[in-house]
Antibody, heavy 117, light 113 residues
């Protein structure tokens, strides 16, 4: 069974960074791109970017360049996203989503990030 | 960026009704090489991640009930629920899977009348 297990909620101070994780199981981790998506409270979905776990190639939404850094640890089948220089605008739920043959076919449960002093 | 425009923003329905919602893209999502439309539909219930319903504009994801049907091509797409059930109350999003950056519509919220 394919599962994406994300790390727990984060409360961080403005200006700080946070790294959230997405541990994959039940499939070949290096065989599928991993996407990251932001959902601000009560709002729609924004694609942050994706990473190819096989070779580490990344594709970013220009809006999130400099804000998000995507990496993977193949040894633990885990994808990571680091968010930098956090502001209140970064408070949201962040999802990882596996890219299937077409579209995002499996999603993590989401990680809530709250930026507050 | 491709802008995805969904309408209506909300729909109030009774169980058993047929429902249709629209998604329009600012550029064609048709890949001329393989003639596939790179348009996906997701369902999101409160407190849950999105769930893939339809990809390639009209292919139902495994396990999705056949009351959900996707149609359309190019820039105009439709999601139809033939007979709404209580468990279908959710927000539905369309997504451009054709070009970077991937983009989502604002969603259509299905509510109970």
């Amino acid at each position: 069974e394919v599962q994406l297990q994300q790390s727990g909620p984060e409360l961080v101070k403005p200006g700080a960074s946070v790294k959230i994780s997405c541990k994959a199981s039940g499939y070949s981790f290096t065989g599928y791109f991993m996407n990251w998506v932001k959902q601000s409270h009560g709002k729609s979905l924004e694609w942050i970017g994706r990473i190819n776990p096989y070779n580490g190639d990344t594709f970013y939404n220009q809006k999130f360049k400099g804000k998000a850094t995507l990496t993977v640890d193949k040894s633990s089948s885990t994808a990571h996203m680091e968010l930098l220089s956090l502001t209140s605008e970064d408070s949201a739920v962040y999802y990882c989503g596996r890219n299937g043959l077409y579209a995002m076919d499996y999603w993590g449960q989401g990680t809530s990030v709250t930026v507050s002093s | 960026d491709i802008v995805m425009t969904q309408s209506p923003s909300s729909l109030s329905v009774s169980a058993g009704e047929k429902v249709t919602m629209s998604c329009k893209s600012s550029q064609s999502l048709l890949n001329s090489g393989n003639q596939k439309n790179y348009l996906a539909w997701y369902q999101q219930k409160p407190g849950q991640p999105p769930k893939l319903l339809i990809y390639g504009a009209s292919t139902r994801e495994s396990g999705v009930p056949d009351r959900f049907t996707g149609s359309g091509s190019g820039t105009d797409f439709t999601l139809t629920i033939s007979s709404v059930q209580a468990e279908d109350l959710a927000v539905y999003y369309c997504q451009n899977d054709h070009s970077y950056p991937l983009t989502f519509g604002a969603g259509t919220k299905l509510e109970l009348k």
